[in-house]
């Protein structure tokens, strides 16, 4: 809607004294024209009409007539969901349960996972990583859901004989340019991250903290998969196992819930268990996920649009007619 106002390009106390000159000029044209006319003068009464028109126009446009529109802005800020997912060799491992109590394998209960995560969160975008020997970003930030369904479908362990040990620290720097770089490209937007692990680590190494990541971030949980009583490997053969270089015998690998938590707490975030009764479509995390999702925030403001150009256009007019007027005179008296 808009209404019709003054808005003082010069500001209130600029354009009051600007229109308080042109108005005492405008008295001061018809003041001299009284007394001039009463001695003979030859101005014309069309010439102080003129003058005092030109002078009430000047004030007028000294206070910026203006129509006062107000309009309604929209800001839209969504999630931006990154998944990480553990493919080492230990993923195989077919001792994790998720809302049943039927054993799965530790990568079936993280596909299933990332379906119950696609699934909280409606009209977001999401990118995908996965992590073995080393980290790779395999699906960039899309709001295309398929694409990460696909992907989470495609997903299968690393190869055994490619594996020198597993650390999940391998994927902190790819994730950490990729986190970056949404960051740069979406600044309103929330973004919140998944890990899904085992939580293993075989390598001797420290393993390195994640807290670096918690600049991008606005929110994260790291989901745990499988169990403490552990299970045998699978190897890419059929039928047979991974051996344990030290022993000779089929490696067993069990989950880590210490390093589950730890990596929770340097990220700031939560943990999920996951087993027969918990899964991430029950946890808290779900429940919270109304709250990152799409933002749309409306504010009201007030545009001021000026409106001068019809006054300027009847004062070029008056002015054209006294220096016509001028002209004439001039010529005359020649």
């Given at each position: 809607?808009?209404?019709?106002?003054?808005?003082?390009?010069?500001?209130?106390?600029?354009?009051?004294?600007?229109?308080?000159?042109?108005?005492?000029?405008?008295?001061?044209?018809?003041?001299?024209?009284?007394?001039?006319?009463?001695?003979?003068?030859?101005?014309?009464?069309?010439?102080?009409?003129?003058?005092?028109?030109?002078?009430?126009?000047?004030?007028?446009m000294?206070?910026?007539?203006?129509?006062?529109?107000?309009?309604?802005?929209?800001?839209?800020?969504?999630?931006?969901?990154?998944?990480?997912?553990?493919?080492?060799p230990?993923?195989?491992?077919?001792?994790?349960?998720?809302?049943?109590?039927?054993?799965?394998?530790?990568?079936?209960?993280?596909?299933?996972?990332?379906?119950?995560?696609?699934?909280d969160?409606?009209?977001?975008?999401?990118?995908?990583?996965?992590?073995?020997?080393?980290?790779?970003?395999?699906?960039?930030?899309?709001?295309?859901?398929?694409?990460?369904?696909?992907?989470?479908?495609?997903?299968?362990?690393?190869?055994?004989?490619?594996?020198?040990?597993?650390?999940?620290?391998?994927?902190?720097?790819?994730?950490?340019?990729?986190?970056?770089?949404?960051?740069?490209?979406?600044?309103?937007?929330?973004?919140?991250l998944?890990?899904?692990?085992?939580?293993?680590?075989?390598?001797?190494?420290?393993?390195?903290?994640?807290?670096?990541?918690?600049?991008?971030?606005?929110?994260?949980?790291?989901?745990?998969?499988?169990?403490?009583?552990?299970?045998?490997?699978?190897?890419?053969?059929?039928?047979?196992?991974?051996?344990?270089?030290?022993?000779?015998?089929?490696?067993?690998?069990?989950?880590?819930?210490?390093?589950?938590?730890?990596?929770?707490?340097?990220?700031?975030?939560?943990?999920?268990?996951?087993?027969?009764?918990?899964?991430?479509?029950?946890?808290?995390?779900?429940?919270?996920?109304?709250?990152?999702?799409?933002?749309?925030?409306?504010?009201?403001?007030?545009?001021?649009?000026?409106?001068?150009?019809?006054?300027?256009?009847?004062?070029?007019?008056?002015?054209?007619?006294?220096?016509?007027t001028?002209?004439?005179?001039?010529?005359?008296l020649?």
């Amino acid at each position: 809607m808009s209404t019709f106002g003054f808005a003082p390009a010069l500001g209130w106390i600029g354009g009051s004294l600007v229109a308080a000159v042109m108005v005492a000029c405008a008295v001061t044209c018809v003041v001299l024209h009284a007394r001039r006319g009463a001695d003979g003068t030859d101005e014309t009464l069309w010439s102080c009409v003129r003058r005092v028109l030109a002078c009430v126009i000047v004030a007028l446009m000294a206070f910026t007539p203006s129509m006062v529109t107000k309009t309604t802005s929209r800001a839209i800020s969504t999630t931006d969901v990154v998944i990480v997912s553990d493919i080492t060799p230990s993923m195989g491992v077919q001792d994790a349960r998720y809302g049943s109590k039927s054993d799965l394998s530790r990568l079936e209960a993280a596909k299933s996972a990332i379906a119950d995560i696609v699934r909280d969160y409606p009209n977001s975008s999401f990118s995908a990583v996965s992590v073995g020997a080393s980290g790779a970003v395999d699906v960039p930030l899309t709001p295309d859901t398929r694409a990460i369904t696909n992907w989470a479908q495609s997903l299968d362990t690393e190869d055994s004989s490619s594996s020198s040990g597993s650390s999940l620290d391998v994927v902190i720097d790819p994730l950490l340019r990729a986190l970056k770089s949404i960051r740069d490209a979406h600044p309103d937007d929330r973004i919140v991250l998944y890990i899904i692990t085992d939580g293993e680590q075989t390598v001797r190494n420290t393993r390195r903290t994640f807290s670096s990541l918690r600049h991008y971030i606005d929110d994260a949980c790291v989901i745990g998969v499988g169990s403490t009583t552990g299970g045998r490997i699978p190897s890419k053969t059929a039928g047979q196992w991974v051996t344990d270089p030290s022993t000779g015998q089929p490696g067993v690998s069990i989950m880590d819930e210490g390093q589950i938590r730890s990596l929770a707490d340097e990220l700031s975030g939560k943990v999920v268990i996951t087993s027969a009764n918990d899964t991430v479509a029950s946890a808290q995390i779900a429940q919270q996920a109304g709250s990152w999702r799409e933002d749309d925030t409306q504010k009201e403001r007030t545009r001021i649009n000026p409106i001068v150009w019809p006054l300027a256009i009847a004062l070029a007019a008056l002015l054209a007619w006294e220096l016509g007027t001028w002209i004439a005179t001039s010529r005359r008296l020649l």
